[in-house]
């Protein structure tokens, strides 16, 4: 097993995703439903798109190694701007998140089975092209470690919707998401860098 792969997938997605879409959604949702189903939901949506990231990155290892590590230092830099640039509005973007998702729930039942279901639709639909799916996809290329790359990055996923459900207003009082989105970025600039090197040396 491939634990370097695991863990840098894991320590990559769990930033990225704590100040995102995944963790306000889950945050909403878990206002209008009950836990248990909400986390369901949410992880079998994550799970699919898992799948998908880590299939696309391992189509990706196919090609010659040094446009392998090209195509996965490109994702981990867009990355790092994204992150670095979004960091300082973090917070104020997890506001407006909140209230546009708050906009797109319905009231209803609290039953088991709609909760879940309506907690997959909405991240299944939200977090397509999403930039931990991308990432996702180029730590399957770089690592070719394609089940400890989805067991990391699922169990990130996870872990993020697992807070929001559970603790979501209490972290948002004690974190700041601009924090943890600077770390985010930091990490995805280490590792564009890192692999950045392994292209050059293997030309």
């Known amino acids: 097993m491939d634990l370097t792969a695991l863990f840098t997938s894991f320590a990559l997605i769990f930033p990225v995703e704590l100040p995102d879409k995944t963790f306000v959604a889950a945050l909403v949702l878990a206002t209008r439903f009950r836990a248990l189903p ?12 898992s799948v ?7 189509l990706l290892s196919l090609l010659p190694m040094v446009i392998v590590h090209g195509v996965a230092a490109a ?13 300082r509005k973090a917070d104020q973007n997890e506001a407006e998140q909140e209230h546009a998702f708050e906009a797109k729930m319905t009231d209803g039942a609290n039953g088991g089975w709609r909760a879940a279901g309506t907690s997959f639709l909405i991240l299944f639909a939200a977090e397509w092209g999403d930039l931990s799916q991308l990432l996702t996809a180029g730590m399957s290329a770089r690592f070719d470690a394609p089940v400890e790359v989805f ?4 169990a990130a996923l996870v872990t993020v919707s697992g807070l929001a459900v ?9 974190v700041k998401l601009s924090l943890i989105q600077t770390i985010g970025g930091l990490v995805c600039a280490a590792l564009a860098v890192y692999t950045t090197y392994q292209t050059v040396v293997a030309l």
Not at 39 to 44: K, L, P, R
Not at 75 to 83: K, R
């Open 38 to 49: 909400v986390w369901i939901g949410v992880s079998a949506a994550f799970a699919i798109q």
């Open 52 to 58: 998908v990231a880590v299939t696309a990155g391992q």
């Open 75 to 87: 994702l981990f830099a867009v990355g790092a701007f994204v992150l670095l640039r979004g960091a």
């Open 166 to 174: 559970l603790a979501g207003r209490t972290l948002l009082k004690h």
């Open 151 to 154: 067991t990391g990055s699922f």
